[in-house]
């Protein structure tokens, strides 16, 4: 038994060796992933800007541009017309050229071509007289530019100088792997008229939009200055992944929030300004309202505040194709669409004449239709001319907080309409959900529940109905000025 004992306790003590030999190793390999992880993670993280920067900087340039502003004729801004003194500033010598004055501006930009195509902003060179472009030192100085083309749309403008066998960059991948939140990123350009410069930092944010229509900015923390509009924001490939447009700063200055256009925007409208001078954008030929959470109850089959709403179709690509006030456009070219920003950026950077399967949302069922894409330069402005706006009061029957009025003759002088059919909104209570959602008296509602009114007992009719449906809400089609936009009001219990 003692013996029996013994052995027991020596398989135990050589099993608790076993264990422990076991964690060590065990702990040792977890250290050596652990270091092997660390090292990657240094390994990605550059010591070093520099050789990036020697590599693409001979295909950055500095440009000047100058322009003639004309002079005044008295002395405005000095003192105020009729002034006692206004005979002894007119009697000043102004100098030969009467007050006109040549005004010189700095920016950035690069090249995208061996035989000189290079990019910058619009703003860089707009009303420009000369542009002068300066090369890396080392390079041509003073080179005359001639410009190409530009798009005010996207700030963008493309110039070209007469040389051969330039340095050239060329455009990365700016969506969500190219240049991905934290990534790092160098910009490059001309900085308060200091001459090429280098600064680094990460991408801070993707997808932002500023005031443009297809704003698609990477926000960066790389110092950006006035001087540095133009000029290229590279990715560690030595990639242009944005051009260098905006900041936001309360005194002028760089505090970390630059503003650069993605490439996935400016490759196409580069494209287009230089093979034909301007930019050339498909066009649906639709009118479009985000669709908001207060409007999915009102929408039968839709789930989520999601697509774009269209209020409005005339003659033209989409009404070809089928297309009615009050689709829920939720698939273009294959694409799913979130918002109507994400809708006018792709079908902007579709080629014009191109056919789109586009799928929408239509009173509960999904409709697949397919558009031939127009020319947004071309056609916007005659399919939309420019609307008139509003006016003041009358009054007759009240539903939703809304005083309501079939379209009279006098009533169309009054709110100066462009409809003939609907109902006028001719009062409004200031309490109601209808004024907190920006309804005016002159609005009006044309459809209610996506079926048109021209007469009270039709809209009281489609309230009805939605409220028996068991709707929480309805939506109404208003139009101002000729302007269509949706509206969801809540049904009173």
């Given at each position: 038994?003692?013996?029996?004992?013994?052995?027991?306790?020596?398989?135990?003590?050589?099993?608790?060796?076993?264990?422990?030999?076991?964690?060590?190793?065990?702990?040792?390999?977890?250290?050596?992933?652990?270091?092997?992880?660390?090292?990657?993670?240094?390994?990605?993280?550059?010591?070093?800007?520099?050789?990036?920067?020697?590599?693409?900087?001979?295909?950055?340039?500095?440009?000047?541009?100058?322009?003639?502003?004309?002079?005044?004729?008295?002395?405005?801004?000095?003192?105020?017309?009729?002034?006692?003194?206004?005979?002894?500033?007119?009697?000043?010598?102004?100098?030969?050229?009467?007050?006109?004055r040549r005004s010189s501006a700095l920016g950035s930009g690069f090249v995208i071509s061996d035989d000189g195509y290079i990019v910058t902003n619009n703003h860089v060179i707009e009303g420009a007289d000369e542009i002068l472009i300066e090369f890396y030192p080392g390079g041509e100085p003073g080179v005359p530019a001639?410009?190409?083309?530009?798009?005010?749309?996207?700030?963008?403008?493309?110039?070209?100088?007469?040389?051969?066998?330039?340095?050239?960059?060329?455009?990365?991948?700016?969506?969500?792997?190219?240049?991905?939140?934290?990534?790092?990123?160098?910009?490059?350009?001309?900085?308060?008229?200091?001459?090429?410069?280098?600064?680094?930092?990460?991408?801070?944010?993707?997808?932002?939009?500023?005031?443009?229509?297809?704003?698609?900015?990477?926000?960066?923390?790389?110092?950006?200055?006035?001087?540095?509009?133009?000029?290229?924001?590279?990715?560690?490939?030595?990639?242009?992944?944005?051009?260098?447009?905006?900041?936001?700063?309360?005194?002028?200055?760089?505090?970390?929030?630059?503003?650069?256009?993605?490439?996935?925007?400016?490759?196409?409208?580069?494209?287009?300004?230089?093979?034909?001078?301007?930019?050339?954008?498909?066009?649906?030929?639709?009118?479009?309202?985000?669709?908001?959470?207060?409007?999915?109850?009102?929408?039968?089959?839709?789930?989520?505040?999601?697509?774009?709403?269209?209020?409005?179709?005339?003659?033209?690509?989409?009404?070809?194709?089928?297309?009615?006030?009050?689709?829920?456009?939720?698939?273009?070219?294959?694409?799913?669409?979130?918002?109507?920003?994400?809708?006018?950026?792709?079908?902007?950077?579709?080629?014009?004449?191109?056919?789109?399967?586009?799928?929408?949302?239509?009173?509960?069922?999904?409709?697949?239709?397919?558009?031939?894409?127009?020319?947004?330069?071309?056609s916007e402005a005659v399919a939309f001319p420019a609307s008139t706006e509003e006016s003041e009061e009358p009054e007759q029957s009240e539903i939703l907080g809304l005083s309501l009025s079939e379209i009279t003759p006098e009533l169309t002088d009054q709110f100066s309409l462009t409809d003939d059919t609907g109902l006028?909104?001719?009062?409004?209570?200031?309490?109601?959900?209808?004024?907190?959602?920006?309804?005016?008296?002159?609005?009006?509602?044309?459809?209610?529940?996506?079926?048109?009114?021209?007469?009270?007992?039709?809209?009281?009719?489609?309230?009805?109905?939605?409220?028996?449906?068991?709707?929480?809400?309805?939506?109404?089609?208003?139009?101002?000025?000729?302007?269509?936009?949706?509206?969801?009001?809540?049904?009173?219990?």
């Amino acid at each position: 038994m003692k013996s029996q004992a013994i052995a027991i306790q020596h398989q135990q003590t050589r099993s608790r060796r076993l264990i422990a030999a076991l964690v060590t190793a065990l702990a040792i390999a977890f250290a050596m992933v652990l270091a092997q992880v660390t090292a990657a993670a240094a390994q990605s993280r550059p010591a070093t800007f520099a050789d990036l920067a020697e590599q693409v900087s001979p295909s950055v340039v500095n440009i000047t541009t100058s322009t003639t502003i004309a002079g005044r004729t008295g002395p405005q801004g000095l003192v105020p017309d009729g002034s006692p003194f206004e005979d002894f500033f007119d009697d000043l010598d102004r100098g030969p050229d009467e007050g006109s004055r040549r005004s010189s501006a700095l920016g950035s930009g690069f090249v995208i071509s061996d035989d000189g195509y290079i990019v910058t902003n619009n703003h860089v060179i707009e009303g420009a007289d000369e542009i002068l472009i300066e090369f890396y030192p080392g390079g041509e100085p003073g080179v005359p530019a001639e410009l190409v083309g530009t798009d005010p749309n996207t700030d963008i403008a493309v110039l070209k100088v007469d040389l051969e066998g330039l340095s050239f960059v060329e455009f990365g991948d700016s969506n969500a792997e190219g240049a991905r939140v934290g990534d790092w990123v160098m910009a490059m350009g001309n900085p308060l008229g200091q001459g090429f410069s280098v600064s680094a930092g990460i991408v801070s944010a993707r997808n932002r939009a500023l005031s443009g229509t297809y704003d698609d900015y990477i926000q960066t923390d790389a110092a950006i200055n006035r001087g540095n509009s133009g000029g290229p924001l590279f990715n560690m490939d030595a990639e242009v992944v944005g051009v260098n447009t905006a900041i936001l700063s309360p005194n002028g200055g760089s505090i970390g929030i630059g503003f650069a256009m993605s490439s996935a925007v400016v490759t196409n409208v580069v494209d287009q300004l230089i093979e034909f001078g301007e930019t050339r954008r498909g066009w649906l030929g639709v009118r479009i309202q985000d669709v908001t959470p207060d409007m999915v109850d009102a929408i039968e089959g839709l789930d989520l505040a999601r697509g774009a709403l269209v209020t409005d179709v005339p003659a033209g690509p989409a009404e070809n194709a089928g297309m009615l006030a009050g689709d829920v456009i939720l698939n273009f070219d294959g694409i799913e669409i979130e918002d109507t920003r994400e809708l006018v950026r792709i079908v902007g950077n579709s080629p014009v004449g191109k056919e789109v399967p586009v799928a929408v949302l239509r009173d509960g069922d999904m409709a697949d239709l397919t558009v031939v894409l127009g020319r947004r330069e071309t056609s916007e402005a005659v399919a939309f001319p420019a609307s008139t706006e509003e006016s003041e009061e009358p009054e007759q029957s009240e539903i939703l907080g809304l005083s309501l009025s079939e379209i009279t003759p006098e009533l169309t002088d009054q709110f100066s309409l462009t409809d003939d059919t609907g109902l006028v909104i001719t009062a409004i209570n200031p309490e109601s959900e209808a004024a907190s959602k920006g309804l005016l008296e002159g609005d009006v509602i044309t459809e209610a529940g996506q079926e048109a009114v021209a007469t009270v007992d039709d809209l009281t009719a489609q309230v009805e109905a939605a409220a028996e449906a068991g709707r929480k809400s309805i939506l109404l089609l208003v139009r101002r000025g000729g302007d269509p936009r949706f509206v969801a009001l809540v049904l009173e219990e």
